[in-house]
């Protein structure tokens, strides 16, 4: 009977372990790298893998530009719909889900002139 109990407390201590490593195995990436959140970004994603709980950071300057949460009908057509998440710091943090998820800048011209994302989370 002890036996049994050391083993199911050994069990959830790994389990409890394993949860915790995940948690912080979490990556932050700096969208557009060094140059930031700007123009001709679209292919940043390119190369990278990418995790749900990893944080992409959009850098940019406070008014110059903002990153709205798009379905991929408006990351195609860079049109942001009413309502969409949409975050204007300069330093946004947006933690991914598991899944695609997208990405523009909502400025007129903007999202056209490439200031628009799309990333794949495993």
Not at 53 to 79: I, M, R, T
Request: glycine residues 10%; contains cysteine; positive net charge.
């Amino acid at each position: 009977m002890v036996g049994r109990s050391y083993i199911a407390a050994l069990a959830l201590l790994c389990l409890c372990l394993f949860y915790h490593l995940e948690i912080t195995a979490a990556t932050e990436f700096t969208v557009g790298d060094s140059a930031g959140w700007s123009f001709n970004v679209q292919n940043w994603p390119n190369g990278k893998s990418f995790k749900a709980g990893d944080v992409l950071v959009f850098k940019y300057g406070q008014g110059a530009h903002n990153v709205a949460v798009v379905d991929p009908e408006g990351h195609d057509s860079c049109k942001a719909k009413p309502g969409s998440k949409t975050y204007t710091s300069g330093n946004d943090k947006i933690t991914l889900a598991k899944g695609t998820s997208y990405f523009i800048c909502s400025f007129p011209g903007h999202c056209d002139a490439g200031m628009k994302i799309k990333v794949v989370a495993n």
